[in-house]
Structures are given as structure tokens and as C-alpha cells.
């Protein structure tokens, strides 16, 4: 009994990843559109019908080609950091609630923030092991944004989980039944957004690949497969932090299809704002989070407290 139960969360998971990496190309496909259109052209158009398959056109092209490496590289450690960070991306859907038979458990949202730390691992040894001056400094740009919105975001987290008194993202689903908690923080939701932007390297953050002073930053050694799967747990980030914000705000309603539809509007915000907003300063970036980001979630935490404390003394 316990095999069969082993083999069905297996093959669910097995089965889950598929889905999220067709999710991923279909979400590269919509942002070329949505960006097409902002920029009043077309996307694309010519595979398939209105360029349904140019995802599926976009991976062959790029497994396909000859893989390259630097001569001077860590070559185990160059090899394996783009599949480090898809792993990475994968496995915090672990955490996702769903009804079928998965690991769900009562620490998500630590566990979330463990493994999203992890992650900061593969973009420096990515950086590190290509050997050169512009990947490493790529790499710890990155690692910096990413460290410094992390403390932010963590402080956020706990200001949600207050209110549901747990970690567990399927107590916001219960506790979100008559009111969604977007409409009691409504600031620290915008504070969140933000640091997912910058949490998944997206415009106006993209430091980590800013092509005009950075070549490309620490994947600019990459090629064929390694870049594509970089690429892949980027929008894979995208997917999980749309997911994210609906469950612990938006009202995580997983018993309908509605959570879908806010997953998606959450992913066109993300591209939203790439094709609207322009690089940000990097030292402008450190302030935003350490200066106001910092200090105003820090309040929100210590109000949300006081909130809690007061309505329990006044119904004891």
C-alpha cells in the first residue's frame, strides 16, 4: 500500500512538472505577443496557426544547436548550474495545495522561502564557473538584489501569516473565505508584487541580464540547452510567484477555475510591466529595498501584531 501511494505522488509530480513546463512555453509565447502589440507589431505569427507552435519551434531550435563551453570554465559546475536552478524553480511546487496526491504540509510558505534562498546558489556558481569577468559580475549583482529583497519579502510573508496564525498556504485558501486579504494589505501586496519582480529578475529589475552594461550578465557564457533551461526556470518563477500572490491574497480559491484565471492576470502584470517600465538604477534599486521596502514592512508587521493582539483581548 505504502509503494502504491509512493508511486502515485511520483507519478502526480512527474505529471504536475509537464504541465508547468508547457505552462512555461505558452507564457513565452504570450509575452512576445503582449510585447508585440505594446510596441504596435506583431508577434509571432507564421508557426502554426497565429504562431501557436513557436514555443515548441523556440525549444528545438535551441536543444539542437552545438553546445559550447569556455576553455577556461569549471566544466562540471558550468554544466550543472542551469539544471541546479531549473530543479530549483521545479521543486517549490511541491508546496501547491492541490487536492490530488501531493506533499501538502503545514510549513509552505518556510519552505518557500528555503528553497527560493537556494536558488541565489546556482546564479553565483553559474557566474563563478564560466571564468569570466562579465559573468561574475553578473552574479553577484544578482546574488545582491536577490539576498537584499529576500529579507523584505520574508518580513511580508510573516505579515500574511498572522493573520492566518500558520504557514500553511491552504489556511489562506479557509481563512479568505468571506474576504480576501488583498482588501486588509493592500500595501504590503504592491510591496510583494514588487519584490517578485525583482525576486525573478523582470523588468525594471533585470540587473542580473542587463545586456547594455553587462553583455548579458552571469549567463552570458550560455548557450543551447544550458541558456534554454535558464530561460525556463525564469518563467517558471514567473508562474510559481503568480500562483503565490493568488493563494495568500487574492483568495486562493482552489475549488475553482477562477484561481487560474488570477494566475494569469498576475503573469500579464509581470510582462505588463516589462513592456511598460524601463530599467531601473542599480543604487536606486538598494535604496528602494533597504530604505523604504525594509522600514514600511517592518511597520506593517509590528501593526499587524498590535491588530491581532487587540481583537483576541477584546474576545477573551
Known sequence: ???????????????????????????????????GYIQIRKGPNKVGYIGILQPFGDAIKLFSKEQIFPYMSNYNLYYICPVISLLMSLFLWVMVPFYSVTVSFNMSLIF?????????????????????????????????????????????????????MGFSLFSFFVYQKYIWMIFILFPLFLMFFISSLAETNRTPFDFAEGESELVSGF??????GGFALIFMAEYSSILLMSFFISMISLGGDLNS??????????????????GTLPRFRYDKLMNLTWKSFLPCSLIM???????????????M
Do not use: P
Not at 2 to 25: E, K, P, T
Not at 219 to 224: G, L, R
Not at 257 to 274: E, P, Q
Not at 302 to 312: A, Q
Open 257 to 274: 477555475y477562477f484561481l487560474f484565471i488570477k494566475v494569469g492576470l498576475l503573469s500579464f502584470m509581470f510582462i505588463w510591466v516589462r
Open 219 to 224: 549567463n552570458v557564457e550560455y548557450s543551447s
Open 1 to 35: 500500500m505504502f509503494m502504491m501511494d509512493l508511486f502515485m505522488v511520483l507519478l502526480i509530480f512527474l505529471l504536475m512538472f509537464v504541465l508547468v513546463l508547457v505552462g512555461v512555453a505558452f507564457l513565452t509565447l504570450l509575452e512576445r505577443k503582449i510585447l
Open 301 to 315: 508587521m509590528i501593526l499587524s501584531l498590535s491588530m491581532i493582539f487587540y481583537f483576541c483581548i477584546m474576545n
Open 112 to 164: 518557500f522561502l528555503v528553497v527560493s534562498s537556494l536558488g541565489v546558489y546556482s546564479i553565483m556558481l553559474a557566474g563563478w564557473s564560466s571564468n569570466s569577468n562579465y559573468s561574475l559580475l553578473g552574479s553577484l549583482r544578482s546574488v545582491a538584489q536577490t539576498i537584499s529583497y529576500e529579507v523584505s519579502m520574508a518580513i511580508i510573508m510573516l505579515s500574511f501569516a498572522f493573520y492566518v
